[in-house]
């Protein structure tokens, strides 16, 4: 091996041959610009979104919300049930300051968590607003569009097929970068990772949190389940010095709940 003990030992003694000593210089010389250029790489730059006129993307959405439910075979309806809600969601995605007017503590630097029962549109708004985003080639509307459930499935298949600890950590690493739409947060089981039963969405999100406060990486979702029961479900084994699940949904997310009846029918 290139850094064995008898190598080692032939480079303090003087014992290297010739292309011994280059191949030691060059790998040398290869880890100091790696650290040089680690060290001068500069912060990621943040991006800031533009401001897309807003009554143009209401229409836009109105569109395609029709279109959507039309393949459904169901009617895109507009009632005093979601209609301000939809307006604050679309003053938020066209990046509107407006939207930090009219939302209590609202902030457009933050996700959006969009919490309400099952069937009231939650999904089906944030495929719209991809659709729309890449219909019309616009960045600020692009996000992985992923549910928690699929998430903990790929984790659980990683890990059996490389059938040792940290197969499934890729997986992990995956979800918690870039802007990305995680869909039923809260429905997922708990994963066992090599006998050590974890909740994979806590530690995904506790990863995004960090990137969050790092580089400004927004997470959306949405949720069947109230704050205190997503608390609950992933803080209550929690030590108490460790309890921050609450604390961390409100600072990265605008939470906005959907209330009503579901819409399936």
């Known amino acids: 091996m290139k850094n064995s003990l008898g190598q080692r030992v032939k480079e303090k003694f003087g014992l290297e041959t010739p292309e011994e000593k280059k191949e030691r210089i060059a790998r ?20 800031k979104n533009m401001t897309l006129p807003l009554e143009w993307l209401k229409k836009e959405f109105y569109k395609a919300a029709k279109a959507y439910y039309l393949k459904e075979r169901r009617a895109f309806i507009v009632d005093d049930e979601n209609r301000h809600i939809l307006d604050i969601l679309c003053r938020y995605f066209a990046n509107d300051p407006s939207f930090e007017e009219i939302v209590e503590n609202g902030q457009l630097q933050k996700g959006i968590m969009l919490a309400g029962n099952c069937g009231v549109g939650k999904t089906s708004f944030f495929e719209i607003m991809q659709s729309i985003g890449k219909a019309h080639n616009i960045p600020q509307l692009w996000f992985t569009n992923v549910s928690c459930l699929t998430i903990t499935t790929k984790f659980n298949k990683e890990n059996k097929k490389n059938n040792s600890s940290g197969g499934g950590e890729s997986v992990i690493e995956n979800y918690s970068k870039g802007k990305v739409y995680f869909d039923d947060l809260g429905s997922e089981r708990i994963v066992n990772d090599f006998g050590i039963r974890k909740e994979l969405m806590r530690e995904i999100l506790e990863m995004r949190y960090n990137r969050f406060k790092a580089i400004g990486t927004k997470t959306f979702c949405s949720t069947n389940l109230t704050i205190k029961e997503l608390v609950k479900k992933y803080d209550g084994d929690a030590k108490e010095n460790h309890k921050r699940i609450d604390d961390r949904i409100y600072h990265m997310f605008n939470v906005i709940p959907l209330n009503g009846e579901s819409r399936r029918f």
Request: glycine share 0%; proline share 10%.
């Open 28 to 47: 040398q010389r290869k880890t100091i610009e790696y650290f040089e250029n680690l060290h001068n790489t500069p912060e990621p730059i943040k991006i």
